[in-house]
């Protein structure tokens, strides 16, 4: 299995995927800031992946910290790791959980709270994998025999500590022994589609083809897809989906065309505090991502650019959340609420 991301004596190391797929690179992160640049600079991304950055970013800070004055420092920690990417809630979800730790156990001395709290990021990790495996045993059976899955950006191995969301579905859809193929947008402008969905699935020996992300209606129009599998970064409360740019231009394809559309994500995703994803903080991303590619300028010099790097498919476009409780189905006001209450 791809490692994405893992704590050895040196610090937080994790594949550098701005490097993919023509270098497979691993950084080594030693202290704090690093893992936020790291988690800024998109060195690491995918929702469930940046949950496990930024829980191993509040241990290794506090490893790095002065044992006099934790209290000050571990805010300080939070509050340049929260503020590295606005719209994956698991990014907040994780430094939740530390913080929420440490307030347990802040009476401990502190080397035995620093191993305490570096623990419990190795932890998050370790459940993030089973949590991915516990969604593709769920998601399997959704995912038709003999036809082809249509992916959007990477939400695989290497946008969680292992095996993956969406592709976790398709991973354990061809364990089952289902014949499936997979066709990935190349997903503009950080073409996460084309340069690690491709790799990753290669890498697995999962047949693949890469399209364009404005083919998918052509291939769907042609029957030639089976379902769609995304990830997701946060969903709200009524099943509103916020995902990588595009996710909801796919959605709608899907709908007009009949084809079943399917979320995998982990309860970490679920924000319920939010009515709908009208509510969800969509991150805008710097205009060279847009105007060049590889550096290489696609664009005159001077464009204007809007480049958000996230949009919102509403429920109605969805035909099914799958988590590692379970499925959710319309109305997902009540079914998700349901699955986050399951102990």
Aim: aromatic share 6%; charged share 20%.
């Amino acid at each position: 299995m791809i490692e994405t991301i893992y704590w050895n004596d040196e610090g937080v190391v994790m594949i550098d995927q701005t490097r993919l797929p023509n270098e497979e690179i691993y950084v080594t992160c030693r202290n704090y800031q690093e893992v936020a640049d790291a988690i800024r600079t998109m060195i690491i991304r995918g929702a469930p992946a940046i949950g496990v950055a930024a829980a191993m970013g509040v241990a290794i800070g506090v490893a790095k910290a002065d044992p006099a004055n934790l209290d000050a420092e571990l805010a300080v920690i939070s509050k340049e790791l929260a503020g590295t990417r606005p719209t994956a809630v698991n990014l907040f979800w994780a430094i939740d959980r530390m913080n929420r730790l440490y307030s347990e156990i802040r009476h401990l001395p502190y080397e035995e709270l620093r191993d305490r709290l570096i623990e419990e990021a190795k932890l998050v990790r370790v459940e993030d994998i089973e949590i991915n495996r516990a969604m593709g045993r769920h998601g399997a059976p959704l995912v038709p025999d003999g036809k082809t899955v249509l992916t959007h950006c990477n939400a695989g191995a290497l946008a969680t500590a292992g095996y993956g969301t969406a592709l976790g579905v398709i991973r354990a859809a061809i364990e089952a022994g289902k014949k499936i193929d997979v066709y990935a947008d190349e997903t503009r402008p950080f073409l996460q589609g084309a340069r690690l969905t491709v790799w990753e699935l290669q890498h697995d020996g999962i047949e693949t083809t890469l399209i364009t992300d404005n083919m998918a209606g052509h291939f769907m129009r042609a029957g030639q897809i089976g379902c769609v599998v995304v990830g997701a970064d946060r969903i709200a409360a009524n099943g509103d989906v916020a995902n990588k740019i595009g996710t909801y231009s796919v959605a709608v394809l899907a709908k007009e065309n009949n084809v079943p559309f399917y979320v995998a994500a982990p309860i970490s995703t679920l924000d319920l505090t939010l009515t709908s994803g009208e509510q969800i903080p969509i991150e805008e991303r710097g205009a060279s991502e847009v105007t060049q590619v590889f550096g290489i300028p696609v664009a005159p010099a001077g464009t204007k650019v809007r480049n958000p790097a996230f949009d919102v498919t509403p429920n109605r476009y969805v035909t099914a959340i799958i988590t590692e409780k379970g499925v959710a189905r319309t109305p997902f006001v009540e079914s998700l609420r349901a699955l986050a209450e399951q102990k």
